[in-house]
């Protein structure tokens, strides 16, 4: 044989089949996506600029107005995960030197300030502890002082459990002439979102939290406000992947290949959101709220304090106070060895404090409060 064709064999692994274990994931995420969502994920394949395609990428964006609460023409689902989405949306509206003001009370909004430096903005930040969220004064006088052209809010923090209020904060923005963006990962389909009545010029979510499909694709969207500065950039947006001048040629009216997109996630996406209009938005508020309070009473009951004010506390994500005495990462450990549940450890500041519990989308039923709760206490006993 030819010495130039010699195969190198070192990495030639022999491997079964894949098989994973039965996960319940009640942690920040992902969630199990709905068996409905694992089947459109299985479908078979057709072109990205197929018809038949395009008709499915119509539909995704309607749906996903629907699940938002938005007009925005600019509503598309961004080939990669939230964090490209979160990017996506930074990345289109900051010019070097820009103000942005970012409010930082959980590891999302630090997450934040690291991208939107990484793209020349003057960063400014509001910091309050983990868990608590800022009031309308609070936000009033962080614009008086910083005069930003963009505020950036963690709506749902995944990292504490807390929600931020948006009623409002809007408004105020518009009398400062700023655009507020929220991150709202952690509570399309599971929290009570409106985007365009509380003013919100752009957001960005993730599939794989109360969408419940799979990770890998990522809403997002801009407002007219948002869309104007981008129009009036003087500078090319220092992104190719995420420029939306160019990302919106192919979900615009145009259709123009910019990347291929991941064909069988969108179906995934389309099959989440139709769930979600099916239940309608004000039914799927009211189940994961009636989920966690559940959760909220068993943990009473056992005398399990959570981190977050009863108030601010989101219904799709709760940071549960680890008892004194116990190691939180043990218990972790032992749910998912012994009891295929996964639950998330705290997360920076409440590292070795708190654990974090997800009743997001498909997985938000009381059943699964029953196994969890059932498990805690054997593992704590
Ligand atoms: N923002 C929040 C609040 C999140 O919870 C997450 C992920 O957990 C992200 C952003 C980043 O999303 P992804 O991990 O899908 O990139």
């Not at 220092?238 to 192919?250: G, I, K, R, T």
């Not at 009863?310 to 032992?334: F, H, N, W």
């Not at 989308?361 to 498990?375: H, I, K």
């Amino acid at each position: 044989m030819n010495a130039s064709l010699l195969i190198n064999e070192n990495h030639r692994i022999q491997t079964q089949q894949l098989d994973v274990p039965p996960r319940l994931l009640l942690g920040p995420g992902p969630s199990n996506a709905h068996p409905r969502v694992l089947q459109a994920l299985g479908m078979r394949q057709i072109g990205h600029l197929d018809p038949q395609f395009i008709e499915l990428m119509n539909e995704i964006q309607s749906l996903l107005k629907y699940a938002w609460q938005t007009d925005n023409p600019l509503t598309i689902p961004v080939s990669a995960t939230g964090s490209a989405a979160m990017e996506g949306t930074l990345a289109n509206t900051i010019e070097a030197g820009d103000v942005v003001l970012v409010g930082i009370n959980g590891y999302f909004g630090h997450r934040l300030v690291d991208m939107a430096g990484r793209y020349g903005a003057d960063v400014r930040k509001l910091t309050k502890p983990w868990g608590e969220v800022f009031n309308l004064d609070e936000l009033r006088a962080g614009l008086e002082e910083h005069r930003p052209a963009i505020l950036a809010l963690v709506h749902a923090e995944t990292s504490t459990g807390a929600c931020q209020p948006l009623e409002d904060v809007g408004d105020l923005c518009r009398e400062y002439d700023c655009l507020l963006l929220a991150d709202t990962v952690t509570s399309l389909g599971g929290v009570p979102l409106l985007l365009d009545e509380w003013g919100v010029d752009m957001a960005y979510s993730g599939s794989q939290k109360c969408l419940s499909c799979p990770p890998g694709i990522a809403p997002f969207t801009l407002g007219p406000r948002a869309v104007n500065k981008l129009s009036q950039r003087k500078t090319p947006v220092p992104n190719w992947y995420l420029d939306m001048a160019l990302v919106a040629q192919y979900w615009g009216t145009e259709r123009t290949y910019h990347h291929t997109a991941p064909i069988n996630m969108n179906y995934a996406l389309r099959e989440a959101l139709r769930l979600v209009a099916d239940e309608g938005l004000e039914a799927r508020w009211a189940r994961h709220r009636h989920t966690a309070e559940l959760f909220w009473e068993g943990l009473a009951e056992m005398g399990i304090k959570c981190h977050v004010e009863a108030q601010y506390r989101l219904p799709s994500l709760t940071t549960v106070c680890i008892p004194e005495g116990i190691d939180g990462k043990a218990v972790t450990r032992q749910l998912l060895a012994n009891y295929n549940i996964e639950i998330g450890n705290g997360l920076g500041e409440l590292a070795g404090k708190a654990w974090r519990v997800g009743l997001m989308g498909f997985n938000s039923r009381p059943e699964n409060v029953t196994l969890l709760l059932t498990a805690l206490k054997e593992v704590l006993a």
